[in-house]
């Protein structure tokens, strides 16, 4: 089964969103001179930031992506 090109694109910006908003969490402890914690950096990815924050990002930049593919395909 193969998964359409709007799926993966949605896909992708709900991990670069997780990976963003993980990161930006990392570097605010940087900031605050707190040591870098591995285990929090993959829960605020894999729970924050890609399943919370990614998902309403895919969610939000899907209508544009599909309007976009409609567009490319006439």
Same mark, same amino acid.
């Given at each position: 089964? /193969?998964?359409?090109? +709007?799926?993966? /694109?949605?896909?992708? $910006? &709900?991990?670069?969103? &997780?990976?963003?908003?993980?990161?930006?969490?990392? +570097?605010?402890?940087? +900031?605050? $001179? /707190?040591? =870098?914690? *591995?285990? /929090?950096?993959?829960? &605020?990815?894999?729970?924050?930031?890609? +399943? =919370?924050? &990614?998902?309403?990002?895919?969610?939000?930049?899907?209508?544009? *992506?599909?309007?976009?593919?409609?567009?490319?395909?006439?």
């Amino acid at each position: 089964m /193969k998964m359409s090109k +709007l799926n993966r /694109k949605t896909i992708k $910006y &709900g991990f670069y969103s &997780g990976v963003f908003y993980a990161s930006g969490m990392a +570097l605010f402890d940087y +900031l605050e $001179y /707190k040591d =870098f914690n *591995l285990w /929090k950096f993959i829960f &605020g990815f894999l729970f924050f930031g890609f +399943l =919370f924050f &990614g998902f309403f990002t895919g969610l939000l930049i899907r209508p544009s *992506l599909r309007k976009k593919f409609s567009e490319e395909k006439r």
